[in-house]
């Protein structure tokens, strides 16, 4: 039969925490595998070392009273709790742990035997998450901020609220398709075309969509999105799309000759009424301008044969093209 204590090692050994066993002197009697591997030592190479050796440098002057207060008082409990607590490879490179301590006594001596977890993949995990809480509330507040800018603009002015509640309304279901590519892209941005065909997908057959595979940043696509917009619904209300025989022409490019990249995107309408400027400057346009305003310069061309449409940004500013080899993601 096999020894029980030979059984007791096993289990000590194959265990899935690093366990440490100190004597009354703090000096290691004991450590598992686990625990040497966590720790970067061969495995015996722990035994006879006082704990100390596995504290950091800058705590472990204090260590001597944490035990000494602790052994005032010896019971099974957590070590620094509310602490982020450290432990102090072979090599010197910390890495975050969980401690939990528990007293022994065996034959009128005191242990205390020590169960450490290796907590780094939690902390990058809490760490994510913080991050992603604070990106995730970056995005709220640009988002408040963006659809307080698209109410001022729908609901003020000469509108009924049955007109300014639609107008509004589109517009947010704008927006709302834009962040809904965005999410399908993990936030990383949003494809252009998409944007483009999104935007005009009731009038695909008479839309023309001709440029390069450009991934948009978020605040750019906000910007397409909320663009595109507003020239469909001029080009439905009073340009091409008014017309039966209509048609608009959208393309887009890279000029790698400038300095830096630029990114140029023109919109083309064809076979609509007669084209006269307005009058005066209405909401749509005003939002153009306002949202071009944050990426690049643009002008409007009111052609007699259709309206014309041209911005041009730095493509840092708009996003990169997909699968260039010289750029890594952002």
């Known amino acids: 039969m096999r020894d029980p204590r030979d059984i007791v090692h096993m289990i000590l050994e194959s265990g899935p925490s690093g366990l440490i066993l100190v004597d009354g002197d703090a000096r290691v009697v004991f450590a598992n595998e686990h625990a040497d591997e966590m720790l970067g030592f061969a495995p015996g190479e722990l035994l006879g070392q006082p704990i100390e050796i596995l504290v950091p440098d800058r705590f472990r002057?204090?260590?001597p009273e944490l035990r000494h207060v602790f052994d005032l008082s010896p019971r099974e409990r957590p070590?620094?709790?509310?602490?982020?607590l450290q432990a102090r490879r072979k090599d010197g490179s910390e890495f975050p742990v969980e401690i939990a301590l528990k007293p022994m006594t065996v034959e009128g001596r005191l242990f205390v035997l020590a169960v450490l977890v290796d907590i780094t993949e939690r902390k990058r995990s809490e760490d994510r998450?913080?991050?992603l809480i604070g990106e995730l509330n970056h995005r709220i507040q640009n988002?408040?901020?963006v659809i307080q800018s698209v109410a001022?603009?729908?609901?003020?002015?000469?509108r009924s609220l049955r007109e300014a509640r639609d107008v509004f309304v589109d517009r947010l279901q704008s927006l709302g398709r834009a962040y809904t590519l965005m999410t399908e892209q993990e936030w990383r941005g949003a494809p252009l075309r998409q944007i483009l065909a999104s935007e005009t997908s009731a009038f695909a057959d008479r839309v023309t969509l001709d440029g390069i595979e450009v991934m948009v940043k978020q605040n750019a696509a906000q910007s397409f999105a909320l663009l595109l917009h507003e020239l469909t619904t001029n080009a439905v209300k009073y340009g091409a799309l008014s017309a039966p025989d209509g048609s608009i022409a959208v393309r887009w490019s890279v000029e790698r000759e400038l300095r830096p990249n630029a990114f140029v995107l023109s919109w083309q309408e064809d076979g609509g009424p007669r084209v006269a400027p307005p009058t005066r400057s209405g909401y749509g346009r005003k939002i153009i301008e306002d949202t071009m305003r944050r990426i690049g310069k643009h002008q409007i061309e009111y052609a007699p044969g259709g309206l014309k449409y041209r911005m041009e940004a730095p493509l840092d500013k708009v996003g990169w093209v997909i699968d260039d080899p010289a750029h890594e993601g952002l």
């Open 61 to 63: 002057d204090g260590h």
């Open 79 to 84: 070590m620094g709790i509310g602490r982020d």
């Open 129 to 131: 998450q913080r991050l």
């Open 143 to 145: 988002l408040f901020a």
């Open 152 to 158: 001022l603009s729908s609901l003020s002015g000469e």
